[in-house]
C-alpha cells in the first residue's frame, strides 16, 4: 500500500484548503481511510476518517463542521476539505489507511493504523 499526500500550503486564517492523497497498492474495500496531523513538539492527532466501501465519515471535535473528508473510488484518492481555517489547524497533516478489525466506530489512536503516507504541510497565517 502507498499512500501519497499532496495540497498542502501557506494560507490565511479563515480561508479553505483541499489535502489529496492518492492511494494505490491494492483495492481499498474493507479499509478506513484516515487524515491525521502534527504540530511541531506535539503528539500526532486524529483528524477524520472514512469507510471507503460506505462512506461513513468520523470527525474530532475540533474540525467537526468545518472540514469534509470524501473518497472518489474511481481515482483511489481520499480528500481533506479544510474552510474556516485556524491559525491553530497549523501542522503536517498526513494521511492514513486501516484494515477494518471491527464493524463498531472508528479508530482514532494512530497506532491502530497500519498504512501512512508522508505529510504536507499546512501553514495558516492569522
Known amino acids: 500500500v502507498q499512500l501519497q499526500a499532496s495540497g498542502g500550503g501557506l494560507v490565511q486564517a479563515g480561508s479553505s484548503l483541499r489535502l489529496s492523497c492518492a492511494a494505490s497498492?491494492?483495492?481499498?474495500?474493507?479499509?478506513?481511510m484516515g487524515w491525521f496531523r502534527q504540530a511541531p513538539g506535539k503528539e500526532r492527532t486524529f483528524v477524520a476518517a472514512i469507510n471507503w466501501s460506505y462512506g461513513i465519515t468520523h470527525y474530532d471535535d475540533s474540525v467537526r463542521g468545518r472540514f469534509t473528508i470524501s473518497r472518489d473510488s474511481a481515482k483511489n484518492t481520499v480528500y481533506l476539505r479544510m474552510d474556516s481555517l485556524k491559525p491553530e489547524d497549523a501542522a503536517v497533516y498526513y494521511c492514513?489507511?486501516?484494515?477494518?478489525?471491527?464493524?463498531?466506530?472508528?479508530?482514532?489512536?494512530?497506532?491502530?493504523?497500519?498504512?501512512w503516507g508522508q505529510g504536507t504541510q499546512v501553514t495558516v497565517s492569522s
Open positions: 492514513a489507511a486501516r484494515v477494518i478489525r471491527s464493524v463498531w466506530g472508528f479508530a482514532t489512536l494512530k497506532e491502530d493504523y497500519d498504512y
Open positions: 497498492g491494492r483495492s481499498f474495500g474493507g479499509f478506513h
